[in-house]
């Protein structure tokens, strides 16, 4: 790429550093950097690293909006660094990493708290019919598989959780992903786990401390709709509460 291709544009990034080791506290530093509208916000800051200041920490990998790893907040909006186009922002950007996380270095947050909610809630299938492989695969209908299609494209890349007052409010909240991915595999014909997820997310820790505010589902960059997931859990939920203390004879 020619210099002249690079000088099409000059932006300034503003972007957050701390270093734990040698920061008493986090602070903005400037960078002025060439470019082309074709970029992204992770190939400005990947010329920056490579030309400018290799110290600076952030997580990428598939460029690709596949994997998840380059979330974090540009201009104020939980954002995958490979999917916003500079295009899209003007001369001074402002970077920082996601909300409601710790912050390990400069961009790169801890993710411990997410993971171990994902454990919680066992994100996979729990056989409902046990079999041996000289049985056959478990086989599924097209309708089966619509049914949950849109809750499995999550990639955990966690902008729903920098993005949701609630989870900044009270931490103890499992939060969307891990809920919305609790619903596609409790709606999964092939599953049997409900029972064991619903004792994690039919919770106050879980979908009752969800206000619908919905800001899960804007920044969601699969289009996941985790506010959606969550709504329906609340009704399942109620269903089953009506169920067990109305209705106990009724077989779910």
């Known amino acids: 790429m020619s210099d002249n291709r690079l000088a099409a544009r000059q932006i300034e990034l503003e972007v957050l550093r701390y270093n734990p080791e040698t920061d008493q506290e986090p602070k903005f530093q400037n960078y002025s950097v060439p470019c082309i509208n074709e970029w992204c916000v992770l190939d400005a800051l990947n010329y920056l690293k490579d030309n400018l200041d290799p110290t600076l920490a952030y997580r990428w990998s598939c460029h690709m909006q596949v994997c998840g790893s380059c979330g974090m907040m540009i201009n104020g909006e939980p954002k995958l660094a490979c999917k916003a186009m500079l295009r899209d922002y003007?001369?001074?950007?402002?970077?920082?990493?996601?909300?409601?996380?710790p912050i390990e270095r400069d961009l790169v947050t801890v993710a411990d708290d997410f993971i171990a909610k994902?454990?919680?809630?066992?994100?996979?299938?729990?056989?409902?019919?046990k079999r041996v492989p000289t049985e056959g695969e478990y086989k599924q209908t097209p309708a089966q598989l619509k049914r949950y299609r849109q809750f499995a494209m999550c990639i955990n890349c966690?902008?729903?959780?920098?993005?949701c007052p609630e989870y900044g409010l009270q931490p103890k909240f499992i939060g969307p992903a891990a809920i919305s991915l609790a619903h596609r595999y409790?709606?999964?014909?092939?599953?049997?786990?409900?029972?064991e997820r619903q004792e994690e997310i039919a919770t106050d820790e879980g979908v009752w401390e969800c206000t619908?505010?919905?800001?899960?589902?804007?920044?969601?960059?699969?289009h996941v709709d985790p506010a959606a997931a969550l709504q329906q859990v609340k009704a399942a939920s109620t269903v089953?509460?009506?169920?067990?203390?109305?209705m106990s004879w009724v077989k779910k």
Do not use: Q
């Open 90 to 101: 003007p001369d001074t950007i402002r970077i920082e990493p996601l909300n409601h996380f």
């Open 118 to 129: 994902l454990k919680r809630v066992k994100p996979y299938i729990i056989p409902g019919e």
């Open 158 to 163: 966690m902008l729903c959780y920098a993005a």
């Open 186 to 195: 409790n709606i999964d014909s092939r599953d049997g786990g409900r029972d």
């Open 212 to 222: 619908f505010v919905g800001a899960c589902s804007e920044v969601c960059p699969k």
């Open 240 to 246: 089953d509460w009506y169920l067990e203390h109305f």
